[in-house]
C-alpha cells in the first residue's frame, strides 16, 4: 500500500525558506507513470496547487509561486522535496504531498499525505 | 490561474439529493475532461470521489456521480448519508500541467 509522509520544521520565520521532504513508501519514484505534487491548504481555506515534478524530472508550478519555489526528487531516497523562499505569513498553511497517474492522459491526485501544518512566524 | 468558482455552502437532509456546481473557463473546465472532486472530512487529507468529469474510483458509492455541461462540471450526491457532511473541492487540469482548485463547498446534512 503506497504511503505518503511530509516532514520538515513546523515553524518558518518570514523572508526565510520554507523546506519540506516528502517520503514515499509501499512504491517507487522511479516509476514513469505517475507524477509527485504538492498542495496546500490555508486554515480555514481551500486547496492550492503548487506544483509537480514528472519521472522525467520536468517540473510544472503554480505560476503565482513559480519565482520562489523548487520541487525536486532524489530517488536514492525515495523522497521529493519543496523549497519555497522568501516566505510570509501568507504562505501559512497545511502542505501536502501527493502522487497523481500521468499516462497518455492526465489524472488528479489519488493518494495524499497526512499534511503538515507550516506556520510562518517571527 | 483564477480558483474555479463553486457555492460556500449547500444542504440536504438525509436520502435527499444535492448538487453542487463548479464554474470555470473555456481554459480549464471547459477545454478539458480532467474535472475532478475530492471530499474533504475535518483534519483529514482529501479524497478522490470522482476523476474525468464522471469516473468513480474504486470504493466510491455510486451514490456520487459527476458531469459537465460548458465551462460548469457538477457534483450530484443521491441519498444523503451523516458521513457525507464534509467540504468538497472541484479540481480541473488547465493544460500544461497546471492544475486549478475550486474554493470549496461545504456540504451540511441536516
Not at chain 1, 41 to 69: A, D, F, M, V
Not at chain 1, 102 to 115: A, I, K
Amino acid at each position: 500500500q503506497l504511503q505518503l509522509q511530509e516532514s520538515g520544521p513546523g515553524l518558518v520565520k518570514p523572508s526565510e525558506t520554507l523546506s519540506l521532504t516528502c517520503t514515499v513508501s509501499g512504491g517507487s519514484l522511479s516509476s514513469t507513470i505517475y507524477y509527485w505534487g504538492w498542495i496546500r491548504q490555508p486554515p480555514g481555506k481551500g486547496l492550492e496547487w503548487i506544483g509537480s515534478i514528472y519521472y522525467s524530472g520536468s517540473t510544472y508550478y503554480n505560476p503565482s509561486l513559480k519565482s520562489r519555489l523548487t520541487i525536486s526528487v532524489d530517488t536514492s531516497k525515495n523522497q521529493f522535496s519543496l523549497k519555497l523562499t522568501s516566505v510570509t505569513a501568507a504562505d501559512t498553511a497545511v502542505y501536502y504531498c501527493a502522487r497523481g497517474l500521468y499516462s497518455s492522459s492526465w489524472y488528479p491526485p489519488d493518494y495524499w499525505g497526512q499534511g503538515t501544518l507550516v506556520t510562518v512566524f517571527s | 490561474q483564477s480558483a474555479l468558482t463553486q457555492p460556500r455552502s449547500v444542504s440536504g437532509s438525509p436520502g435527499q439529493s444535492v448538487t453542487i456546481s463548479c464554474t470555470g473557463t473555456s481554459s480549464d473546465v471547459g477545454a478539458y475532461n480532467y474535472v475532478s472532486w475530492y471530499q474533504q472530512h475535518p483534519g483529514k487529507a482529501p479524497k478522490l470521489m470522482i476523476y474525468d468529469v464522471s469516473q468513480r474510483p474504486s470504493g466510491v458509492p455510486d451514490r456520487f456521480s459527476g458531469s459537465k455541461s460548458g465551462n460548469t462540471a457538477s457534483l450530484t450526491i443521491s441519498g444523503l448519508q451523516a458521513e457525507d457532511e464534509a467540504d468538497y473541492y472541484c479540481c480541473s487540469y488547465a493544460g500544461t500541467f497546471h492544475v486549478v482548485f475550486g474554493g470549496g463547498t461545504n456540504l451540511t446534512v441536516l
